[in-house]
């Protein structure tokens, strides 16, 4: 079976089971403390995030895990959902907040700088985020299990009217992770490089500071640690590690 299918069915059986953790709601960080809200992808949780999350930690940083539902929801009601969080969350003080996210967190992101002045706002990281959508909706739409997604997932065609392509270019730094995953046994629904789900080149975007492409699946980037490092270094310094 092509490595892309084993990738879908999984996301088929997790997302029936999958329940949305509430989001991490924590004591006000200290006014010296970097802010980072951290968002999942699709049909995942909060638990999903917790080993970046602990790793942002570890290296001095006071994370939100922002839960949110995904499924059977459109990216406007979900969107609506995290900025409540965000803006509920923001600190009073001086301290700078960046932001993370995964897949259609990534998007997420995106959509809410957009149309919110962040004050303080550092750097965002895009981790295997569809920007300029998948092939993979635009070829299985119709299927039952990109039905069973719901409209979010719809949503995220290449078609120029799509969530991602509605977005507008970042006004901050951003830097962008890509996935490349196994050998390219999916060339006629994801054409060249990918992590499995997302092609590389729809990870780019136009205004983007740093791009990076990481030798792991889509769904295992959140686990990994060059990930994790390379995420930590552009948060910290707004550039990823050279060779990395």
């Known amino acids: ?8 069915m999984l996301l088929v059986v997790f997302v029936s089971a999958c329940v949305c953790a509430k989001p991490n709601i ?41 839960g949110y539902p995904s499924i059977n929801k459109t990216p406007e009601e979900i969107l609506e959902n995290i900025s409540q969080q965000i803006d509920a969350s ?18 997420l992101i995106r959509a809410y700088l957009e149309k919110t002045n962040v004050r303080n706002l550092g750097n965002v990281v895009l981790m295997g985020t569809p920007n300029k959508g998948t092939t993979l909706v635009d070829n299985y739409r119709d299927s039952w299990w990109m039905q069973m997604l719901g409209p979010a997932a719809l949503a995220l065609s290449t078609d120029e009217n799509s969530f991602p392509n509605s977005i507008g270019k970042p006004y901050y730094p951003v830097g962008i992770i890509a996935g490349v995953y196994g050998k390219n046994d999916n060339e006629d629904i994801l054409p060249g490089e990918d992590d499995g789900l997302v092609p590389l ?18 769904y295992m980037m959140r686990y990994n640690q060059e990930v994790a490092d390379q995420t930590i270094m552009f948060l910290r310094h707004g550039r990823f590690k050279e060779g990395g």
């Open 1 to 8: 079976m092509p490595t892309f299918l084993k990738s879908l």
């Open 90 to 107: 923001l600190p009073k003080t001086n301290q700078t907040v960046h932001f993370v996210g995964h897949s259609l967190g990534g998007l």
């Open 26 to 66: 924590a004591i006000s960080p200290d006014g010296e403390i970097d802010v980072v809200y951290l968002l999942h992808g699709l049909g995942r949780s909060t638990f999903s995030m917790r080993v970046l999350a602990s790793r942002l930690e570890d290296s001095g940083f006071f994370v939100y895990n922002i």
């Open 201 to 218: 080149k729809s990870t780019k975007i136009d205004g983007m500071t740093d791009f990076i492409a990481i030798e792991t699946s889509h």
